[in-house]
């Protein structure tokens, strides 16, 4: 069992920045991908970012490549999403999720905890 706890979110100008942190409980954290996911307003939840257990491989959204960066502190069972470079268009309630062993995926359907989101609010 995971828990998952998110926070950081909050109102920002475009064009600035913000630092996600999902800090996780359970004693399997370290052997589980992480993912960031956000849903907007009238909008399906859609992946941003994905981690794998060892840090040793991310991969991104196209829409937030090169702006935002996750990263895990395992000492801290902690991870990160660093977004850069805001746009009004990145508003939306961000959510962590943590992924089985032996699963690598995308999907929101194929990650098994989730937090409870943090609402992120860019204005123009």
């Known amino acids: 069992q995971v828990q998952l706890v998110e926070s950081g979110g909050g109102l920002v100008q475009a064009g600035g920045s913000l630092r996600l942190a999902c800090a996780a409980s359970g004693r399997t954290f370290s052997s589980y991908a992480m993912g960031w996911f956000r849903q907007a307003p009238g909008k399906e939840r859609e992946f941003v970012a994905r981690?794998?257990?060892?840090?040793?491989?991310?991969y991104y959204a196209d829409s937030v490549k090169g702006r935002f960066t996750i990263s895990r502190d395992s000492a801290k069972n902690t991870v990160y999403l660093t977004m850069n470079s805001l746009k009004p268009e990145d508003t939306a309630v961000y959510s962590c999720?943590?992924?089985?062993?032996?699963?690598?995926?995308?999907?929101?359907?194929?990650?098994?905890?989730w937090g409870q989101g943090t609402q992120v609010t860019v204005s123009s």
């Open positions: 981690i794998s257990w060892d840090s040793g491989i991310t």
């Open positions: 999720a943590a992924q089985r062993p032996g699963t690598v995926s995308r999907r929101v359907s194929e990650y098994d905890y």
